[in-house]
């Protein structure tokens, strides 16, 4: 009874957050984000029993069937909505707080440079736009919005609304701390890549000009 109570509430939450939704069954058998939810509580509950080889195989099993990766030792509250999921990875000492929303190709994962817990703890109320990438062991706090594309390396605070790369809080309270000129624009986004590969350039000229200016031997 417990579980198609449970069952019942995560499809109830997707038609109040998904208008696409047209009613249950669609939902239930069609809805990448609703089974990866599923199956990780089945493989967090295994987990958590330290049968780790079995929650391993459910949570791969998981990822090859809707392309989203969620370690099965990650705590995920109540209320977690997944939406097109495709792309989205959550880390193994993730911790996210109720009523989250996830949109596609998020990542919540760590730098590679930190041990222990590695991977960020997402509050209550926290929404989190597509590509957007939250890298490390902070805090992103309750009631916060993460801008598409947004690459996150350090804490929120919460009620707060950030965007770039790197992100920083251009709203909080709703009340605009930065420049008027600087809004949640989710598209024009610096790209990462492209910024390093501008660097890179730069350096390779100016290495070129110093090897040109050398005197000859």
């Given amino acids: 009874m417990k579980f198609f109570k449970r ?3 995560e499809i109830n939450l997707v038609f109040e957050r998904d208008p696409a939704a047209k009613n249950k069954l669609q939902v239930l058998f069609l809805y990448p984000g609703l089974k990866a939810i599923l ?3 089945f493989a967090h509950m295994l987990y958590v029993n330290k ?3 079995l929650a391993d195989w459910v949570s791969k099993r998981t990822r090859r069937k809707t392309g989203i990766e969620i370690h099965p030792a990650a705590k995920i509250g109540k209320g977690l909505f997944i939406d097109h999921g495709m792309g989205v990875v959550i880390g193994e000492t993730t911790i996210i707080g109720d009523n989250c929303t996830i949109y596609q190709g998020v990542t919540l994962g760590g730098t590679g440079k930190d041990k222990g817990k590695r991977h960020p703890t997402i509050g209550n109320n ?3 736009g597509s590509g957007a990438k939250v890298l490390g062991p902070f805090t992103v706090g309750d009631n916060s919005k993460i801008a598409a ?8 605070p ?5 965007v770039g790369v ?3 809080v251009v709203k909080r309270d709703n009340i605009k701390v930065a420049p008027a000129k ?3 624009d989710q598209i024009h986004i610096p790209d990462p890549v492209s910024m390093e590969l501008c660097k890179l350039r730069v350096e390779l000229e100016a290495l070129k000009k110093q090897f040109k200016e050398q005197p000859e031997k």
């Avoid at 594309?149 to 929120?156: K, M, S």
């Fill in 7 to 9: 069952l019942n509430e």
């Fill in 39 to 41: 199956s990780y509580r």
């Fill in 51 to 53: 049968l780790y080889f």
């Fill in 126 to 128: 926290v929404t989190i």
């Fill in 149 to 156: 594309n947004a690459v996150v390396l350090n804490e929120i």
């Fill in 158 to 162: 919460p009620n707060s609304t950030c």
């Fill in 166 to 168: 790197p992100a920083h």
């Fill in 182 to 184: 600087i809004d949640l």
